[in-house]
Each structure stands twice: as structure tokens, then as C-alpha cells.
């Protein structure tokens, strides 16, 4: 059988919420000031996104873990990073070792600033009626 690509895994990923809906903002600005949390946190996270089990986020399963993390914190689509955004944001965060990809210690780092970026993308967005 042909071995899924990593795209193809994010998307199988992408059909499956994966964080929890009890994600909400007052529990994602606690995060940001609980370091051990955190850390347990982005572990969980990280094995839960490495769709493919290599060991390292690449930019599909990156993608998927900053919309799903963003669909919780209710940012519309439209405000969304794309996968231009999300690469860079690997090249920034990411190491020499795995060009374009995140370890599991890089991806703390990167989960911080896309939970930061998302809390500040949310407090900037102007009210919906309901």
C-alpha cells in the first residue's frame, strides 16, 4: 500500500478536532503564564499533529495544529494563516537539522507565539452580532 504523504495525513488530521473545544481564551492566557502546563501541553500536542510519526512537525501538520487551534479561539477563517505563513514561521522557529520542519522542542516555542499571535488577532477583531 502507498505510504501517505504528510499532507495527506494533516488533512486525515484536519477531519478530526484535535484540541479540545474546552480551549477557550481565559485558558489559553493561563497557558502562557504556566510553563509546566505548557510544556505538557505541547507535548500532547505534538504527538497528536505528527500525523505521519516521523518525529517532527513539517509544515501541513504545523498548518493544522494553527487552524485548529484558531478555530477554537473562534478567529474566521478569512484572518487564518496560510501555508506561506506557516512556513515562515517553521524557518523562524525551526532548526538546521530538519530544514522546514519542528522538533518536538521547537515546537513549544512555536505553539507559544501561535497561541500569542491568536489571543492578540482575537482581542483585535472586531465584535459579531449574534
Not at 504523504?5 to 486525515?12: F, G
Not at 505528527?50 to 487552524?67: I, K, P, Q, R
Amino acid at each position: 500500500a502507498p505510504v501517505a504523504s504528510s499532507k495527506e495525513a494533516a488533512e486525515e488530521v484536519e477531519d478530526q478536532p484535535s484540541i479540545e473545544l474546552s480551549l477557550t481564551p481565559g485558558y489559553a492566557k493561563s497557558l502562557l503564564s504556566a510553563p509546566n502546563l505548557m510544556s505538557s501541553l505541547c507535548q500532547s500536542y505534538f504527538r497528536k499533529y505528527d500525523s505521519n510519526s516521523d518525529g517532527v512537525l513539517d509544515v501541513y501538520e504545523a498548518l493544522a495544529v494553527v487552524g485548529d487551534l484558531q478555530e477554537c479561539l473562534e478567529i474566521p477563517p478569512a484572518n487564518r494563516p496560510n501555508e506561506q505563513q506557516v512556513g515562515i514561521l517553521i524557518a523562524r522557529y525551526g532548526g538546521q537539522e530538519h530544514p522546514n520542519c519542528l522538533s518536538a522542542e521547537q515546537f513549544k516555542e512555536f505553539f507559544t507565539f501561535a497561541l500569542q499571535a491568536t489571543l492578540a488577532t482575537r482581542s483585535n477583531a472586531p465584535a459579531v452580532a449574534a
